[in-house]
């Protein structure tokens, strides 16, 4: 007769399950009892993975949604629909309280007990990826101090990541290609540095399509769909770079042209009066 099952086993169970049935709250509440349950003990891969994948859900759902009403809150201010902003500015509000709340929950459990008991390179970048892609989120509607806080302590966890991956991971590795996605996107959104963020995609790409020869085949598909979205990345944010770079120059030329004309305009006036035609 097979031994019963553990609670913890039977909670990784009930995750798949409702991971299954797009239950993803109940997903995260399953994955939180797997961690309590695991003490100071190290998860699984399959279960970081069920974790990371539930939070991914309940996140991913708030964070369209605040996207989609933050458009048509701008949408009603241009036309000046002031009733219409005050609703929406509250109900954003609302997704905005969730946001955060999902945030502290993933991150306090990070803090407490997932990151304290990694001890291999994979999952110590895993974890502090996770912790800077859950302040980035916060950083994303965030204003004011609590912005710059969410902004610097997305920093300080990605370069701690980074610090790790560039000496324990290879460079075709999935998590450490994932964490220079994630880390570009935030120099590319939220400090508003195109080139830093071109630059770090673009290490992170050539660094591992120099070693694509010895990527594994059980990573191969993800490696390569992440190098894949690094690259789509380039392509867009370089387009846009070069979008601003002419029309700052349109613009420039534009005010040389209005400059010129107006000195063309007062030589004129100064000729013409000279010659007696002006008065």
Known sequence: MAAAPSPREENVYMAKLA???????????????????????????????LLSVAYKNVIGARRASWRIISSIEQKEESRGNEDHVSVIRDYRSKIESELSNICDGILKLLDSRLIPSASSGDSKVFYLKMKGDYHRYLAEFKTGAERKEAAESTLSAYKAAQDIANAELPPTHPIRLGLALNFSVFY?????????????????????????????????????????LLRDNLTLWTSDMQMKLKKQHRNRMTSKNILLLIRIELLLHIFLKGEGVCC
């Open 19 to 49: 991971e299954q049935a797009e239950r993803y709250e109940e997903m995260v509440e399953f994955m939180e009892k797997v961690s309590a349950a695991a003490d100071n003990e190290e998860l699984t891969v399959e279960e970081r993975n």
């Open 188 to 228: 590319y959104e939220i400090l508003n540095s195109p080139d830093r963020a071109c630059n770090l995609a673009k290490q992170a790409f050539d660094e591992a399509i120099a070693e694509l020869d010895t990527l594994g085949e059980e990573s191969y598909k993800d490696s390569t769909l992440i190098m894949q």
